[in-house]
């Protein structure tokens, strides 16, 4: 559309345009652009937003340039917020490209349906997975859901939407896409190198640490919860140390820990009060010569029967390939999964991204004005969170929701979740500070980044350092040259009110922590801005794109255990003898809650089709300063450099890690800004700019 603006060039340059809508409904202005002004020649305005019929607010919308300015003493105060009574802005809801709401009230209006019958065919499911070869039918030929569903459903919802969640032949047959860690090698999930693999480049790379003290302590409260320290020995690990003593392995940094003990042990009275059964876990991994790891030792625990006072109740289980001895090690090893799968679906991935970032989408909104630079900086990097945040609070974390039936806590989950938020440290999010608090790297100047990592080929710190790296010095140059002296931070009120009502509000319950930053100087500007933009980007995009390939064959990770550990002497080892892979299907999710989970993990997995990935903006004009634009361009190549690094290392078979037994490259922090295509999908690669999905 061609507009003509009559401009006196007496009243300045122009910085903003005011616009009305005269039209019964809104319309979506994307951008504006005038051509040929006489001494300024084109003037591009970056708009994106709804704009609504004069009707629905008594003020005229104000767009501004693309060029970016800093707060002035004299100037005006904002304009007020528009406010529609809505819980998402109009202009942080999804593109027409993305998820589309056609699948979310699908999602919801069987979610609606579901929770009567689960009641009935969850937990006493008419058709079971008896066998893996059941469990391959999921992806090979499908499998046919039970009619009492399907009547339910279609008094609700049309088969139009159900197959937008679902994909099904029409009549009830279910089909999905073959996980890609089954796509190579169909039993190596098993291995015991493919379990610990997963713990350096898997869904959940985040919670291992080094062991630097034997056997593990616990940080609970003694007085609250008795002795709650590990009941693991040195004789139970030493002899598959390969020669090491314990002593030696933690002076050589050869010995790791994947320890949900603390964080459940508290919850494991009331989780297991539902039809959840399940322990906390330690795992106790050694370093090999070949750069793997293996796992020596699984303590799995329970509360003391006569109160939490009296410690926990312990068992101790080591290694075996064959016979009863095997089988049950192979169930060790699901309740670690359960534990870490939980632990990764409501802390590293809920709270530690989607929940963490949205009051820095806020208060960036509320105290930012569009024309300053941390906010044309930071904004990309919000994109769709408050939709997709609330969204889920609506159909995945809610009462009832899917994480409620699919995830262990069960009506815990979100319970658990915000219990865990009280030891969240902004400052640790950043990777390399991460890093160093779990004892996975040390400071060494000579190293690449500043830091030196214990466990060289660990693909999810070696890919993200380099990230991290390149984010750190995009932002740095960017804020270099709009703060290049320490004052002008601290004379700039928007930003002080900015981090003030971060700090005080949208991280309230935290705002006295000691670990907060200042921001009075330019290296706390840049090292905040990296975190913010590392969390919504590449730690979310790390914990996110790979729950389909890894998760969606359900016993490689089991969100939920049913059973108890079978003891000697009774009819279920008895069974576990005879029949492990029987024992074993039956211990974790049934047949509905994996379907349940599955169909939704497929749906976060994605990538849609207008995504822009870490380096890429919406467009090129989104500023008009030189120098960022520059530094912006420069932060592109960097990231394709990665890419082609990333390509390298997966090829380098002396790194097993990169790949493993089932033969899947880590991609989950290849940026993908070379891509263009916009094609989506599950991709399993690729960082978005935020936490969209």
């Known amino acids: 559309m061609k507009v003509v603006f009559d401009w006196d060039e007496n009243i300045g340059p122009i910085g903003a345009f005011l616009i009305k809508n005269y039209h019964y409904s809104e319309f979506y202005l994307k951008t504006l652009t005038l051509e040929d002004v006489p001494e300024h020649g084109r003037i591009h305005f970056i708009c994106n937003s709804w704009v609504y019929p004069v009707k629905r607010y008594n003020y005229d919308r104000i767009f501004f340039t693309n060029k970016t300015y800093f707060p002035h003493p004299n100037t005006e105060s904002s304009l007020p917020l528009l406010d529609l009574n809505v819980y998402v802005p109009r202009d942080e809801k999804f593109g027409h490209l993305k998820l589309s709401d056609f699948l979310a009230y699908a999602i919801k209006s069987i979610v609606q349906v579901v929770p009567p019958e689960v009641e009935t065919i969850v937990e006493h499911p008419p058709n079971k997975f008896k066998t893996l070869e059941d469990v391959m039918k999921i992806y090979e030929g499908g499998i046919k859901l039970p009619k009492s569903v399907i009547k339910e459903l279609e008094q609700v919802v049309s088969w139009e939407f159900i197959k937008g969640l679902i994909p099904t032949d029409g009549e009830g047959l279910l089909k999905f896409p073959l996980p890609d860690v089954i796509k190579e090698d169909k039993t190596a999930w098993r291995t015991d190198q493919e379990f ?233 999010q950043a990777l390399p500070a991460d890093l160093l608090h779990r004892g996975m790297a040390v400071k060494d100047s000579k190293s690449p980044h500043g830091l030196k990592l214990l466990l060289e080929d660990y693909p999810y710190a070696v890919d993200g350092l380099d990230v991290w790296s390149a984010i750190e010095k995009w932002v740095d140059e960017y804020c270099t040259h709009y703060y290049p002296a320490d004052e002008l931070i601290q004379r700039d009120t928007e930003l002080q009110s900015w981090w003030t009502e971060l700090r005080n509000k949208g991280h309230g319950d935290l705002k006295d922590e000691p670990w907060w930053p200042n921001i009075r100087t330019r290296n706390d500007l840049i090292k905040t801005c990296t975190t913010i933009i590392w969390i919504a980007s590449a730690l979310h995009a790390a914990v996110n794109f790979g729950q389909y390939p890894y998760g969606c064959y359900m016993p490689n990770r089991p969100t939920i255990s049913r059973h108890f550990m079978p003891q000697p002497g009774t009819s279920e080892y008895a069974e576990l003898e ?42 090129d004009e989104w500023m008009t300063d030189k120098e960022p634009l520059a530094a912006f361009e420069s932060f592109t190549e960097r990231l394709i450099k990665i890419e082609e690094n990333i390509i390298e290392r997966n090829n380098d078979q002396r790194l097993k890690n990169r790949v493993g037994p089932v033969k899947l490259p880590y991609t989950l922090l290849f940026p993908s800004t070379s891509d263009v295509s916009k094609a989506g999908g599950l991709t399993g690669r690729g960082i978005p700019n935020s936490a969209s999905i």
């Open 578 to 619: 005879s029949d492990p892979d029987r024992v074993f299907l039956r211990t974790i999710p049934g047949q509905l809650q994996t379907l349940l989970g599955i169909a939704v993990i497929e749906l976060l997995s994605r990538h849609s089709t207008d995504e822009l990935y870490l380096g890429q903006r919406e467009t």
């Open 196 to 428: 610990a693999r997963e713990m350096l480049a898997g869904t959940n790379p985040l919670v291992i640490r080094r062991l630097q003290e034997f056997p593990p302590i616990t940080k609970l409260n003694p007085q609250e919860y008795g002795n709650q320290n590990s009941t693991i020995t040195k004789d139970q690990v030493e002899k598959r140390m390969d020669g090491y003593t314990v002593h030696q392995a933690i002076e050589k940094h050869r010995l790791f820990i994947l320890d949900h003990h603390d964080t459940l042990m508290p919850y494991l009275p009331t989780v297991n009060s539902t039809t959840t059964k399940t322990y906390a876990t330690r795992t106790v991994l050694f370093l090999k010569d070949d750069g793997t790891l293996k796992p020596v030792a699984i303590e799995l625990s329970l509360p003391h029967p006569e109160g939490k006072q009296h410690g926990a109740i312990s068992e101790v289980y080591t290694p075996a390939e064959t016979g009863i001895e095997g089988s049950v090690w192979q169930l060790a090893k699901a309740y670690v999964v359960v534990n870490d799968s939980g632990y990764h679906e409501l802390i590293s991935h809920w709270l530690h991204t989607h929940a963490v970032i949205e009051p820095f989408v806020i208060a960036t909104n509320r105290q930012l004005s569009v024309l300053h630079p941390i906010y044309k900086l930071l904004h990309p990097h919000f994109r769709y969170t408050m939709n997709i945040n609330a969204m889920a609070r609506h159909i995945l974390i809610n009462a009832g929701g899917l994480l409620e039936l699919t995830v262990y806590p069960k009506k815990y989950a979100l319970e658990l979740s915000s219990f865990n938020y009280k030891d969240w440290n902004f400052t640790e």
